[in-house]
């Protein structure tokens, strides 16, 4: 743990609500934010010119790090989203070890369920896990007419604040949220699901009551991505997990325009304060959606690892940045083929325009060394092809 103070914390609040805080615990207001001293990550979202490829991790701060396991141990999932202090920390812990470009925010995509009314658990050896889940319509009547973001999400944007005041200008930090068809399906199936058949019938037995759901959870994505960006949030991830579970036909009708409105909105809001962040999307196993995820207002758009980069190249026509793709499982690997798997994508994807990650985020069982050999193998290769010339989008 940190010490609780820092030069640049500007106010003070103990949130004695919460059991993990301590009683000197610092709120930082989000204003007057260390300089920021590496903006590869920024740049190669917005198509800019890099001297290496920027790298990061999903699930960066997570259970393969014996730091985490050892913070985390004995505590609630969910109550550690709700401190501030908690989330700081968990964020910093993967920077201390690894050259990353950029950090992603602790905290879990089903903090907006919550905050529409519904229980979530994390339970052990299961995961998260609705008691009573959505089962019909009528449902949708236990969930909050009006969702005061700034009340019930407060504890998230608190965290953004501290920890863009902690992390001390080092490197960009992301705020994100899930995709409304992911949190449908959540909200629908009780937990996680291997064919997400329960949701998927909503969409066909029910396809008006869906899209008041989608709707709805489309205008509570919209304020908590806005007030992310306000606490401090220097670029926003949209994770649409479940992408895959549908069709083409599915995917345009209940996922894409849902996907487009939150980037147009938010990115309108933006404007008028005078923002302007970068804003990511990942619709996993959606390969048949590049072209229309690549039209749809983000400046990003990141793959998972079955897709090929130099198609996703083709299909994108150098209209967006890209994001991933390595295999997870390629982690697994000696260092030395985890360097000619990095070399390999790079060759793919080319230097520019393009952010390195893995096409999924990092498992539990991982070897930290080996999720250093691939930031190290990204910032050589990179370096090494921007210096023989190797620097334009392929």
């Given amino acids: 743990m940190e010490p609780c103070g820092t030069p640049h914390v500007t106010s003070i609040t103990v949130d004695r609500a919460s059991p993990t805080l301590h009683s000197c615990f610092l709120f930082a207001k989000p204003k007057d934010f260390p300089v920021l001293k590496n903006d590869t990550f920024l740049r190669a979202a917005r198509g800019q010119q890099t001297q290496h490829v920027p790298v990061w991790c999903m699930r960066q701060a997570g259970r393969y790090l014996p730091e985490f ?6 505590k609630d999932f969910f109550d550690t989203c709700r401190s501030p202090e908690a989330c700081c920390e968990l964020t910093l ?12 925010i602790f905290s879990d995509i089903l903090v907006v369920p919550q905050a529409m009314g ?21 449902d949708l009547q236990r969930l909050k007419t009006k969702v005061d973001v700034k009340k019930e999400l407060d504890y998230v944007f608190k965290a953004i604040t501290l920890t863009r005041h902690k992390i001390e200008g080092k490197v960009p930090l992301i705020g994100f949220t899930g995709a409304p068809w992911t949190l449908m399906a959540y ?51 949209v994770f649409d997990s479940n992408a895959g579970f549908l069709g083409p036909q599915e995917f345009k009708e209940f996922a894409l325009p849902y996907l487009r409105d939150i980037a147009r909105r938010v990115k309108d809001r933006l404007k008028e304060t005078g923002q302007d962040l970068p804003m990511i999307v990942f619709a996993k196993d959606a390969h048949y959606a590049l072209e229309d995820l690549s039209q749809s207002y983000y400046e990003v758009v990141s793959l998972d690892w079955t897709i090929d980069p130099r198609s996703a190249r083709e299909r994108t026509g150098g209209s967006v940045s890209l994001q991933g793709n390595m295999d997870p499982c ?3 690997a000696p260092k030395e083929r985890i360097s000619e798997v990095v070399q390999k994508m790079l060759e793919g994807f080319g230097t520019q325009g393009y952010i390195a ?9 991982m070897d930290p060394a080996a999720v250093g050999a691939f930031v190290d193998a990204v910032h050589r290769h990179s370096r090494r092809m921007n210096s023989d010339g190797g620097d334009k989008l392929q």
Avoid: C
């Fill in 69 to 74: 396991k050892e913070y985390r141990a004995g």
């Fill in 357 to 365: 990650n893995l096409g999924h985020g990092l498992y539990p069982d």
């Fill in 330 to 332: 390629a982690l697994y």
């Fill in 187 to 237: 909200m629908i199936e009780g937990g996680g699901s291997k064919t997400q058949s329960k949701a998927k019938a909503w969409l066909y037995r029910h396809p008006a009551a869906s899209h008041m759901l989608l709707k709805r959870l489309t205008d509570v994505v919209v304020d908590y991505l806005l007030g992310q960006a306000a606490a401090g949030a220097q670029a926003l991830q």
């Fill in 118 to 138: 519904l229980e979530v658990q994390m339970v052990p050896g299961k995961g998260p896990t609705f008691p009573d889940p959505l089962k019909d319509p009528e």
């Fill in 93 to 104: 812990q993967p920077l201390r070890r690894f050259d990353f470009d950029a950090s992603i």
